[in-house]
């Protein structure tokens, strides 16, 4: 008796433990280890390199990590300030000019009509209305000034922002290059079409495994019912929980569209997985059951005598378990309810 009632436990169905969360493995994927943000940096010409720090350890946002060509860009801050200090003269030259020339036919015009006619008239005084000409003149030669001196401190602040490299955030630092033994030691560099990247920054205040799923069984599903795992070498687990999903498609092709799963890694991973940037992990995902589902091998299920005669899943489904609906048809098995 025993012999015939266990095997047909084991290839029909797996019962879960009621009232108790139970982890169901649902697919293993290839995934990846990010960081909450990250931001790289690239060298945008050749030239001298300095002030490099040691990146080992944490580091604050705004700490300066690289300069390029530096005492370049010290001239060409003088050379900006030269400018704005010689334009702001030019144009304030022409302002005062503008104002005496407003007073000038302002005199001009309050003089009683027979003095007016005896008196020089001032250039450009046809008639009153020059006055508001005058005054928006004045007006708009003065934001001119304001303007152009603003977009040359930007157009210099937007060249010091690449040369000129910071911290984005607080986090870790990753050159691209071995770092001198003399940090202080200007260095020659020229970026390789190979390599164009300078340095990477990474916010490691979370770490997160992603996952580009392509199922829509398990897009379907609520993302909170469903947390990812990846085993290590020593045996121990890395445990992912549902934090958000979006859109992806690799290389821009509407055909390879997938829902990339984001699942944040507990704090005290965060070493670990910093170190896992680079890797591609074997992500295992799991369906989380409250115990009242039912689990069935797909494999014992096709072996049923009903799947002869069965056109999908779905009906071979309703035909052994017709109480059941199906919560999701996953790699390996197929997760049940009662209806």
């Keep these: 008796m025993l012999k015939t009632v266990f095997p047909l436990l084991s290839i029909v169905s797996c019962f879960l433990c009621q009232g108790k969360e139970v982890l169901i493995p649902i697919g293993t994927y290839e995934g990846s280890i990010v960081p909450e943000q990250m931001r790289p940096f690239t ?61 000038d036919i302002e005199f001009y015009f309050s003089l009683p009509e027979e003095e007016r006619k005896m008196a020089p008239k001032p250039t450009g005084a046809d008639n009153k209305d020059v006055i508001k000409d005058t005054d928006e003149r004045i007006a708009l030669a003065e934001k001119n000034l304001e303007t152009s001196e603003r977009l040359e401190r930007e157009t210099y602040d937007k060249k010091l922002d690449k040369y000129v490299m910071k911290m984005p955030f607080d986090g870790r630092l990753q050159y691209s290059f071995p770092l001198p033994k003399d940090l202080d030691a200007p260095m020659e560099m ?50 992912g929980e549902f934090d958000r999903k ?84 996953a790699e390996k098995s197929i997760i049940l309810r009662p209806k």
Aim: one cysteine or more; proline letters at 5%.
């Design 246 to 329: 979006q859109v992806s498609s690799a290389g821009g092709s509407a055909s390879n569209t997938s829902i990339l799963y984001f699942f944040k890694l507990s704090p005290e991973d965060n070493e670990r997985a910093y170190d896992m940037i680079a890797s591609r992990p074997r992500v295992t995902l799991y369906y989380k059951s409250d115990g009242n589902d039912t689990v069935v091998s797909r494999l014992e299920l096709a072996r049923r005598p009903e799947a002869a005669t069965a056109y999908s899943w779905e009906n071979l489904v309703e035909r052994v378990y017709p109480d059941y609906n199906i919560v999701l048809i």
């Design 43 to 103: 060298l945008p010409e050749k030239g001298t390199v300095t002030n490099l720090i040691d990146p080992e350890g944490r580091i604050a946002k705004g700490t300066v990590f690289a300069k390029l060509n530096d005492e370049q860009l010290k001239q060409e801050k003088e050379d900006m300030e030269t400018r704005i200090r010689t334009n702001k003269m030019t144009k304030r030259d022409d302002i005062r000019n503008m104002q005496k020339q407003k007073r």
């Design 190 to 239: 020229e970026m390789m079409p190979t390599q164009p990247q300078f340095a990477t920054a990474y916010d490691d205040s979370a770490f997160y495994i992603t996952c580009p799923i392509t199922n829509a069984e398990i897009t379907q599903l609520d993302g909170k019912k469903i947390c990812a795992r990846i085993t290590l070498s020593e045996g121990k687990l890395m445990k």
